[in-house]
């Protein structure tokens, strides 16, 4: 459902980065405007961007490290001290390979509080996979902040994908936060209402969510998809692979 040609490419909810690196290994996208409302993943984006070579020598001590009382340790210094931007990230993706079911959730204060997982022999990183990923980044411009601070300049024939915090399916299905501001129902109507004005412009635009009759009733006149995804995390292990329906919305 991508589209064929692709000016600049916009996604303000960088999050796992899957739709953008599977279009940076295509060689497909000239420009890339990356945003996300988690300071510590903006913050990991950009050391493997700029430093790739310490941030894998940082993963080579965590590796060694690794155990139980560790991640504890880990958890603590990431949530309180100050520290590099290179251990930062680092330990970002320490505690997401060997935290539970690799969460990244943050409480109140903002601090991360999944606990450990139980792991024989986490895979905490791939060093190849870390430099792959830099070349993919290199010419791309990654924010920090709402998701309409990189939206300025987006033009005809650009393309925005937007893969926001998605709507509860029910009323007790909050997921507590990602980052440390929750995304609201208002903001949902705020970001389809950015939808509207980027299609007005001439711009490809692609929205991922749950297909809820509140979210889908947002986008009348737009081509609506309904497609099941399964679902990886739930505390539930054998409902983790059940079908879910999302809604692919797109203006093209």
Do not use: W
Not at 115 to 121: L, Q, S
Not at 196 to 205: F, T
Request: net charge negative; hydrophobic share 40%; proline share 5%.
């Amino acid at each position: 459902m991508l589209p064929r040609q692709i000016g600049n490419y916009f996604e303000p909810f960088i999050g796992g980065g899957a739709v953008f690196f599977k279009l940076a290994s295509q060689g497909t996208v000239a420009r890339s405007f990356l945003c996300d409302a988690n300071p510590h993943l903006v913050t990991t984006y950009r050391v493997v961007r700029d430093e790739p070579e310490s941030l894998i020598k940082y993963l080579d001590e965590l590796k060694l490290r690794n155990s139980d009382e560790y991640f504890y340790q880990a958890r603590n210094r990431f949530n309180h001290e100050q520290m590099s931007d290179v251990e930062r990230a680092a330990l970002l993706i320490y505690l997401n390979k060997t935290c539970f079911n690799g969460l990244f959730r943050v409480n109140s204060k903002g601090h991360f509080n999944v606990p450990v997982g139980r792991y024989v022999n986490p895979g905490i990183y791939d060093a190849q996979q870390i430099q792959a990923c830099s070349a993919a980044l290199k010419h791309a411009e990654i924010e920090c902040g709402d998701f309409e601070s990189i939206l300025t300049d987006v033009g005809p024939g650009d393309f925005v994908y937007f893969d926001p915090p998605y709507v509860p399916l029910t009323k007790t299905a909050h997921f507590t936060s990602y980052a440390r501001d929750d995304f609201t129902f208002d903001d949902q109507v705020r970001l389809s209402n950015v939808f509207k004005r980027l299609s007005e412009v001439g711009a490809r635009v692609l929205l991922s969510n749950h297909a809820t009759p509140e979210l889908i009733s947002l986008y009348d006149g737009f081509d609506i998809s309904i497609v099941p995804a399964r679902r990886m995390i739930n505390r539930d292990a054998s409902r983790r692979m059940a079908p879910i329906d999302e809604v692919l919305i797109r203006n093209y």
